[in-house]
T-cell receptor, first 110, second 114 residues
């Protein structure tokens, strides 16, 4: 299937540390996006990276994309307790339909 | 500019009843998507609609589920004769007509079937 898969499934770090999570997918894509979901809430769009881009930054977020390996990584630097959430990658290959992975659950310990 | 609105936020139905979930996209958005999230799982695409058109319903179960996005009013996801396995969070997202791949998500409707 087209679905992205995040790794690790769960991650627990101390506040101030960096958090890295990875996403792998199976087929060629147009774009890859990362979303955050706080417990019981809707998704919040974090960042979009196009297939011809290799790296993108937004505040404390850094996303890389390696289309040869069909993988992406999301790095959150200087983590905060408020970063505690689930993080999903979403890929698209057919226009506006996105396929989401199962997510990485991040816990930042104050 | 209000975000994507979904209602109700929580819905409890007994087996065999009908569930209607509503989604009002962001102002100016004409594309609506429905996703289902089972406990401990990621989101699964269900259906993609534009005004008065179903563009892609490849993720929609063949029976009991239907979706519409009328010319006026919210998008509706309808589940007939609900079963326990339909218990999930249903998220709606919207995007502008052209040129943006970003989807804006609503808060979701949590459906519980008892």
């Amino acid at each position: 299937s087209q679905q992205g898969e995040e790794d690790p499934q769960a991650l627990s770090i101390q506040e101030g540390e960096n958090a890295t999570m990875n996403c792998s997918y199976k087929t060629s894509i147009n774009n890859l996006q990362w979303y955050r979901q706080n417990s019981g809430r809707g998704l919040v769009h974090l960042i979009l990276i196009r297939s011809n881009e290799r790296e993108k930054h937004s505040g404390r977020l850094r996303v890389t994309l390696d289309t040869s390996k069909k993988s992406s990584s999301l790095l959150i630097t200087a983590s905060r307790a408020a970063d505690t959430a689930s993080y999903f990658c979403a890929t698209d290959a057919y226009g506006n339909q996105f396929y989401f992975g199962t997510g990485t659950s991040l816990t930042v310990i104050p | 500019n209000a975000g994507v609105m979904q209602n109700p936020r929580h819905l409890v139905r007994r087996r065999g009843q009908e569930a209607r979930l509503r989604c009002s996209p962001m102002k100016g958005h004409s594309h609506v998507y429905w996703y289902r999230q089972l406990p401990e799982e990621g989101l699964k695409f269900m259906v993609y609609l534009q005004k008065e058109n179903i563009i892609d319903e490849s993720g929609m179960p063949k029976e009991r589920f239907s979706a519409e996005f009328p010319k006026e009013g919210p998008s509706i996801l309808r589940i007939q004769q609900v079963v326990r396995g339909d218990s999930a969070a249903y998220f709606c997202a919207s995007s502008p007509p052209i040129g943006s791949y970003e989807q804006y998500f609503g808060p979701g409707t949590r459906l519980t079937v008892t």
